[in-house]
Structures are given as structure tokens and as C-alpha cells.
């Protein structure tokens, strides 16, 4: 095995790495990985430990792995058993300095952030690619005009406090956490983060892994806000969640069901029997039916998508139906001024990520009582070590993840 309670000390040597690649390295590829500790792990996967010069290097590492046809499992720099990092006073992180494909995320070694009196150092060990993600990476607009101006993205998090300021009450050193640091303060594509104790940060559910822990608040603070909220949800009304097997429509399904509501999820096929799974009572398969076309009216139509408007669905809204939205435009803000001064059908519409950071703390609070008891889970599709942050991005750009796409930051140090 590795030896891990004996790493190198001098801060000017080489950086040590650890590749964990899926599979048993065959004999024969051997010599390509010289000067590398070979562990075959009892699991079946391989894990290579040993000094890498610089990121060229690496490149070049994970170039071998990949010409010897094995899949990349997660790549990290070696960290003690006390979970420090050797580079004294640095961190991993996915950095862009300019807008544009997915080949501007870069990984690199940046100053590890130090807690302010009020503020938490997080060790991250999961975080997610939110589909607003590589918009936000790719144009000018939430992040800046001319560069980035936060040069790390990431909103969601879930990790191990590793130190406090000396004004923090609410957090202790080795608690595990989990939140969303919004827009602006970004930041979770990287090891460490430093967040403001009142931040929307909560323990995290000791029945969830971290990578669930950190896949969960994306959907869950939209969907709770705009169903509890916005549509004040009632045990018994029929309510169909368009967008069924994003991250805000796989909550939003298990929410509704929560709070007694007869679920229609609507989905691609190959989505049908997961919708299902969470609790819908029915499903309708979007390239076969047109819900606005089938006679049904509901209570409630979330419409996760953005693209069936409040003019095509208004039909299938019973007399005091609301239709709900995450994906306004002018036309929805004005539609929803004007039913709210009209009986009737109403429209809704709001921008979750942007509320006080109290208002998420204390739904993640809420929320913790229901992961505990299984009432809502984290639907992950996919998950990346953070060097591969590039494809997931592709991934979710693409627009079908179901539910959520992980990144794992500190893959194995922590469970
Ligand atoms: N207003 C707010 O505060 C707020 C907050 C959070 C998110 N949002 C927005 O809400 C939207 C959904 O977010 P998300 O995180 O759930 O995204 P997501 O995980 O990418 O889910 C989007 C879902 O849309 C479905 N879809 C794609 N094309 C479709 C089509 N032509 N017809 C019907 N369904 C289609 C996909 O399902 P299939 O693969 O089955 O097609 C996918 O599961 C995004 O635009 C996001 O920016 C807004």
C-alpha cells in the first residue's frame, strides 16, 4: 500500500500525486509509469503515487493513462494523513481568467484562502457543475464584462470546516458542511473556500455522502421557494413539474409529493422510469405528448424548462391555477404584475439565487429533516475528479443531465 504517513516535507521538492485509475494496471504498461508506487487495490482500480515535476508532466502522466485505453478515476495532490496540504499555503483550483469554451478552465496551484474573524475555512471535498455554470464561464454578463471577476466558479459545496476566525459561533473545526455561496463569492472549484459564518452554509445530513450533500441545494433551494412560496402548495392539488429530471425538477417532483400533491413529471423517454422512481404519480414523455393538449388542468405547472410559456399553458391550469417559472422573460414579469391585480389564473416567477443568505441557511435547515427521514435524495448523473471539470462542463452544456453532474475535489481523503 501506500505510504502515506511518510511524505516528502521539503516544500521546494516536486509536488506528489496520486492517480487512481479504474481497473488493474496490466504488466505490460508498466515501464510507462516509472518512478510511480504501483498499488493494486483490493476494489479492483490502480493507484500510482509519486513525484510529478510540474503540470506538464502530469499532462503527460495522464496522457499514458489514457493512450493505455484506462479510465481516469481522480487525480490528487497527495495529502498527509492529517489532510494538509504539502504545498505550504496553496491550493488546487480551477481558475478562468477570460470567457470562453470549456478549455479556459485551467487547473492550478493558487493561494489557499485564510478565514476572516467571521469567516470559515471549508476544506471542499464535493461540488457540482450547476447548469448555469459554463454560461457564466463562457459570457460576459453575471461575472464581469471585460475578464471574470471571480476567476473560480462553482455555487454549491459540501466539505470539512478546517478552521474558524475568532468571531465564529455557529461552526466548529471538523464539522461537516454543506451550501451555496452564490454569486458573489463563487468559488467552490477549488480545495479550499472561506465563507462568512452566516452564509448559507448547514450541517451536512449524516445519512448523505458529500457528493450528495453537495449535489442537493441547487434543485433544492429553487424548488422549495417556488413551490412552497410562490405556489403555496397544498396536500391534494394536482401539480405537473415540466423539466422533471433537471436538478430543480428531480426535487421539485419529491417536494410536491411531500406536500401531498397529486406529481405529473413531465421528461424525455429515457427519463421516464427515474421521474417514477422519485414518487411521480404519473409521467408524460415530451416527445410523445403535448401536456397543454391533453384536457388535464393542474393546481400548479412549475415549468423548469422555459419553454412552455404561460400563453400555452394557461388551458391547463384549473380557475385559480399558477403557473410558476424559473426561466422568466419580460413577457412572465409582466403577466405575472398583471394577474396578481386580476382574479384568476396567476404566474409567478423568481430568482431564488439571489435571496439572503439567511432565507437559504434556514431552508437548508428545513431540508435537513427531510433528507434524514428519505423523503428527498440526490439524483447524480454523472461525477468528475476536478482535473476533468473541462468534460463536465461539455456534459452539462449539452442540456440533458438528469438531475446533477459532481465534481469530486478531494476524492477518497474524506468520507
Ligand atoms: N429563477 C431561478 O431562480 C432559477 C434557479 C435555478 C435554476 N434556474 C433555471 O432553471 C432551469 C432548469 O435548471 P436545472 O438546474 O433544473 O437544469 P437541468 O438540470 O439542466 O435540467 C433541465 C431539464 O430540461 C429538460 N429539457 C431539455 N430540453 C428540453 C425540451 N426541449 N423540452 C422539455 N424538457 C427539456 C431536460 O430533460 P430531458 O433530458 O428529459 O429532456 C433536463 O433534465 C435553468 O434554465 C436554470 O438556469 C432558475
Redesign the pocket.
Known sequence: MTNRDNPPTEPNQPAVYQIRIKGHLNEQWVDWFEGMNITLEENGNTLLTGPVIDQSALHGLLKKVRDAGMTLLSVNQYHSAKGENLMKNQMKAIVYTKFGSPDVLELKEVAKPTPKDNEVLIRIVATTV???DP?IRARPGLNGFLKPKKSILGFYLAGEVEAVGKDVKRFKKSDKVYGNTGLGLLGTYAEYICMPEDGALAMKPVSITYEEAAALP??A??AL??LRDKGNIQSGQKVLI?????????IAVQLAKYFGADVTG??????LEMVKSLGADKVID?TKEDFTKNGQTYDIIFD?????PFSRCKGSLTENGIYL????SPTTMFQMLWTSRTGGRKVA??????RPSNEKTKELIFLNGLIETGKIKAVIDRSYPLEQIAEAHKY?EA??????VVINVTHGYLS
Do not use: D, M, Q, R
Open positions: 450547476a447548469v448555469e454560461g441547487n434543485g433551494l429553487t421557494p417556488f415540466h423539466g422533471a429530471s433537471g436538478a430543480v425538477g428531480t413531465v421528461c424525455s423517454t429515457t427519463n415530451y423548469t424548462v422555459g419553454n412552455n417559472t424559473t426561466v422568466p416567477i423568481a430568482a431564488t439565487g439571489l452539462v442540456g440533458h443531465k438528469k438531475g446533477n
